[in-house]
């Protein structure tokens, strides 16, 4: 497995949940990474990415200022710290390793993708 999420699971409104998402060194360094997530019934969105210094960051504007994206080079891993949590925020969260050094919204700028972590939000 070369991307492993982790850390969904049930919230309820307003609450946090924070994901992990850990990678093999050969497809983590250097490159730019992302999240994207998969409500039922809809089609997979962007939702931030972050260049591979951690130096630029992206977010949809459905998550921009409650949700913020870092990583780890060290580790390995990237994160997701998801904060004042809503329903509509249900759904299966992606991670992905870019092609290039810098994240992008465009999911065909990833070529490796992990198998997802859910994250269900409670009204």
């Given amino acids: 497995v070369q991307l492993q999420a982790s850390g969904g699971g049930l919230v309820q409104t307003g609450g946090s949940l924070r994901l992990s998402c850990v990678a093999s060194r050969r497809i983590f360094s250097n490159n ?46 990237m994160y997701l710290q998801m904060n ?12 992905a390793a870019g092609r290039g050094s810098y994240g992008s919204r465009d999911a065909y700028n990833y070529n490796y993708w992990g198998q997802g972590t859910l994250v269900t939000v409670s009204s």
Avoid: H
Wanted: proline fraction near 3%; glycine fraction near 10%.
């Fill in 32 to 77: 730019g990474m992302g999240w994207f997530r998969q409500a039922p019934g809809k089609e997979r969105e962007f939702v931030s990415a972050i260049s591979w210094n951690g130096g630029s960051t992206v977010f949809a504007d459905s998550v921009k200022g409650r949700f913020t994206i870092s990583r780890d080079n060290a580790k390995n891993t």
């Fill in 84 to 95: 004042s949590l809503e329903p509509e925020d249900t759904a299966i969260y992606y991670c």
